[in-house]
């Protein structure tokens, strides 16, 4: 029996994210110049079911569509960075 190969995908972002962690974000970066604006980590509330519904409509399923067995991935890429300046 041949085995078929993994498929996966290692540059993904989650590009879907629930609008919380966007406005966190800013949040975040606004703390940069006003220590007083920065958010603790406990402010940012997002369910398991917004999770859920932001992947499965979204990344989960272009991989169920491209066949693929695994995505690796990270915020959305402007979320990594520091603010520009």
Do not use: Y
């Not at 402010?43 to 990344?59: F, P, V, Y």
Request: aromatic residues 4%; contains cysteine; glycine residues 4%.
């Amino acid at each position: 029996m041949k085995k078929q190969p993994m498929i996966i995908d290692c540059h993904g972002h989650f590009t879907t994210a629930p609008k919380a962690l966007e406005n966190w974000r800013n949040q975040q970066i606004a703390g940069i110049k006003d220590p007083a604006l920065m958010p603790k980590v406990a402010d940012l509330k997002i369910s398991d079911d917004e999770l859920r519904e932001a992947i499965e409509t979204n990344q989960l399923k272009l991989m169920k569509e491209r066949g693929s067995d695994l995505t690796i991935f990270s915020p959305r890429a402007s979320f990594n960075g520091a603010p520009h300046r």
